[in-house]
């Protein structure tokens, strides 16, 4: 087979790019908008760097045409956006507010106007600050009220979205936001954490059955996780079960519930100091396990581990911050390393073949259940050169080389409808505050102005072609 022929994707495929609310709209204060926990998180100082808050962001709320446009002109034939919960119910219950949910339908609109797919998220992260103030996620009434917004969304959108994504990625919200703390609403609490993973489970459950109860059946729903792939350092046996374990608390946790209908035997047992799971009540784990549509996986960097004990010396990777508080519960006999390799702008080692194990690995687990690739890519230090073009040779190389990935889990027998670039265009990157570039687009945060770098031009060619150019061509 000749290069250019193994690089050629299915012609249904889509060729997408991603982004989410509270980290590209702004407009925190209109049409009936409440502050979300990442309004109070990045206003309380020291939470992100150099205090950047969300306020204006990329103004995408009042730059939406102009940005649809700057989508079809790179021939995306796919957009998936978050909802912003607190602009559709500024408490969190209670009926919905048409202004917030209007500017959704404008959105979906001018997408499906240009040929766009839209994929909408309800959860990206961003909670209405009063469901935090009784509680947050580890309240079992917060995954209640999240069917009765995603029951609101449905019925707003339902007739023109056919991509559902209940949550993006449990992992971040239950072990960033509520053990180490690194994401709103900042908690460092690993017992309340795998509370707040039930409950996320079980919002993506009753969400995705209040969804069906309002949507035309032939609509497709999802869920996005952060799949770790989790590799041991060595093959003795105290790494294989640190590696294991981690892989518990990552995956397991989610896609025990959600695919198989229970909590893996070993991640009980691995997290008993800490609780007995009486939060698990009957018939929560058939509410989890409804059979999903389609699977979204959102891939970055590995995961490389030991047992602490026996850990030789060498670069440690956390990969969440500053934190003294370890997002992994009752994993002190864990060590993280950092994987080999070159490093992209946040310190994540660039390894392609983490994506195609990924695939594999769901293909196997969920054998006939679609996987989109719901978010990949990579920060640089962009900057525009004195012609006012943006060159980012390096996202080009890391694109070319994941897309790759994901064409051969294709050739392998992987059934992968679709790619979502992570992310559409520069935004704010939560803790690390707009210090980190991950868009295809580049934003001047002085002007906004919107500046589509090298990799925007090369993605636009592979998405027209359907099939990838070399790394230097555009
Ligand atoms: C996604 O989170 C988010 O959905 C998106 O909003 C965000 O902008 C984007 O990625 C970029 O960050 O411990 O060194 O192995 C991804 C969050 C990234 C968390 C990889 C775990 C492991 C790094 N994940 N990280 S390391």
Known sequence: MSDLMAATFPPA???????SAYQIEGAVREDGRTPSIWDTFSHTPGKTAGGDTGDIAVDHYHRYREDVALMAELGLTAYRFSVSWPRVQPTGRGPAVQRGLDFY????????????????TLYHWDLPQELEDAGGWPERDTAYRFAEYAQIVGEALGDRVEQWITLNEPWCSAFLGYSSGVHAPGRTEPAAALRAAHHLNLAHGLGATALRS???????????????VVRPLSQQPADLAAARKIDDLANGVFHGPILHGAYPQSLLEATASLTDWPYVRDGD??????????????????TLVSAAESAPPGPRADGHGSSDHSPWPAAQDVAFHQTPGERTE?????????LHELIMRYTREAPGLPLYITENGAAYDDKPESDGSVHDPERIAYLHGHLSAVHRAIADGADVRGYYLWSLMDNFEWA?????????????????????????HWYARAARTGKLPEVGER
């Open 346 to 354: 946040m310190g994540w080692t660039i390894d392609p073949t983490g």
């Open 432 to 456: 690390y505050g707009y210090g980190k570039r991950f868009g295809a687009v580049y934003v001047d945060y002085v002007t906004l102005e919107r500046i589509p770098k090298s990799s925007a």
């Open 285 to 302: 784990l058939a509410v989890i396990q409804q059979p999903l549509d389609a699977l979204g996986l959102n891939y970055y960097t590995p």
């Open 105 to 120: 339908r404008r959105l979906v609109d001018e997408l499906l106007a240009h040929g766009i797919k839209p994929a909408v």
């Open 214 to 228: 309002v949507m035309p059946a032939r609509n497709s729903v999802a869920i996005s996780l952060n799949s770790s």
């Open 13 to 19: 495929f889509l060729w997408g790019a991603a982004t």
